[in-house]
């Protein structure tokens, strides 16, 4: 079992950077798919970014592409999304979720409590 909780979020102007963090706690971080999602009010939680185990395998959505940028320390238990361009569409709660299987967009089974992103026009 993995316990996850993300922060760095805040409000930023249209164009600006963030970098959120998922930090986890509990066994075996490493062995887990982190993913990022995020909800807007309204709207169903999408999916925004993923990394493998070893952090050599990355998926984004068409959306953030070449925008957002997701890494991780498994020494740190940590994993980060670097949030560039943002665009006040980007305004959500974003959240991290771990997976042990499944495909990039699914089988996430431990999910934090979110963190505002609000993006400014």
């Known amino acids: 079992q993995v316990h996850v909780v993300e922060s760095g979020g805040g409000l930023v102007q249209a164009g600006g950077s963030l970098r959120l963090s998922c930090a986890a706690s509990g066994r075996a971080f490493s062995t887990y798919v982190i993913g990022w999602f995020r909800q807007s009010p309204g709207k169903e939680r999408e999916f925004v970014a993923a990394?493998?185990?070893?952090?050599?395998?990355?998926y984004y959505s068409d959306s953030v592409k070449g925008r957002f940028t997701i890494s991780r320390d498994n020494a740190k238990s940590t994993v980060y999304l670097q949030m560039n361009g943002l665009k006040p569409e980007g305004t959500a709660v974003y959240y991290c979720g771990a997976s042990h299987g499944g495909s990039w967009k699914s089988g996430y089974g431990y999910w934090g409590q979110g963190t505002q992103v609000t993006v400014s026009s």
């Open positions: 990394i493998g185990w070893s952090g050599g395998s990355t």
